[in-house]
């Protein structure tokens, strides 16, 4: 039976160390965080991420700046007001939530934002950036997944990595930072043949396909680490990741929960990112 690795918990630590970190800027040099959130529009499912970042902002001690724009705002009002918060020195960091209304060209957004202010990690200068191994801001999702995988005190190199999802958001980035730990890193997709049997041969499986429980425990080796990324809401009202626990948990070492994994990470790890740009904005690293 594996043992569950609580996302909970280790969130609450990457939190617990970035509000010391902040609290001591504040009093050491008077600096202050900011970070603002953008949203377009009344997608439920943002507002109660845009709602939860803004929380986790206040626990750790930074201002949040929220911008709730009309789902008819235009991209030309959207690229302004990011043209004024890349101007905004209270403002150390940037996120616009996705997905935007239809109408406004997502990849213009991003483009927009300056690389120093991107705490997401999408624009093209930090994606570059993670390709060579060289970054200030690690992509929010795959940074909680390694420090989830850290916790349990697996070593990743020279280990079978397999990840299924090719996502720009997850999947790319989660291959490349399981690369920079020397792991040997397969990325799985929905052309994918012989997917069982890849599954199979990976001492570390990270799930981003955002299918409810498409892998089985019939899918996993004996003793794996299995993260699940997904985050689907069945019929029935209930939360459910891309792997079916009950089965999974039987073959697993670790394996993350839905809720209580691999979401509470992502948004420490936002945190830590403004963190990071707030430093470096003020020429400390
Ligand atoms: N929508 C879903 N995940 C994310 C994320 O990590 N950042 C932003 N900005 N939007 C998202």
């Known amino acids: 039976m594996a043992q569950i690795i609580d996302g909970k918990a280790v969130s609450a630590a990457v939190k617990q160390e970035v509000a010391e970190e902040t609290a001591k800027l504040k009093e050491e040099k008077g600096i202050k965080i900011g970070l603002a959130v953008v949203i377009v529009g009344n997608n ?52 616009v939530q996705l997905p935007l209304p239809a109408h406004i060209d997502e990849k213009k957004v991003i483009d927009a934002i300056s690389p120093d202010k991107d705490v997401d990690a999408f624009h093209a200068i930090n994606v570059g950036k993670i390709m060579i191994g060289k970054y200030a801001f690690l992509p929010c999702t795959p940074a909680g997944v390694m420090r989830l995988i850290e916790s349990t005190g697996t070593e990743i190199s020279g280990k079978q990595c397999v990840v299924i999802g090719r996502s720009n958001i997850v999947g790319k980035p989660m291959a490349m930072l399981l690369l920079h730990k020397s792991g040997t890193v ?25 299918k409810a429980n498409f892998v089985t425990g019939d899918m996993i080796k004996e003793g794996a680490v299995v993260i699940d990324v997904g985050m689907n809401r069945l019929e029935n009202g209930k939360l459910c990741g891309d792997v079916e626990f009950e089965s999974a948990e039987k073959k697993a070492s670790y394996i993350t929960p839905v809720p209580g994994g691999v979401g509470p990470m992502t948004i420490a790890m936002l945190m830590k990112n403004t963190l990071t740009a707030a430093k470096q904005q003020a020429g400390i690293e």
Do not use: M
């Open 44 to 95: 439920p499912a943002s507002r109660v991420y845009v709602n939860n970042k803004k929380k986790a902002c206040e626990a750790v001690g930074f201002q949040s700046f929220e911008y709730a724009l009309d789902e008819n705002t235009t991209q030309e009002q959207l690229l302004d007001l990011i043209t004024v918060l890349n101007r905004d020195d209270r403002v150390n960091g940037i996120l």
């Open 186 to 210: 397969t990325i799985c997709h929905s052309r994918t043949q012989n997917l069982k049997e890849i599954c199979l041969g990976a001492d570390i499986l990270v799930v981003a396909v955002g």
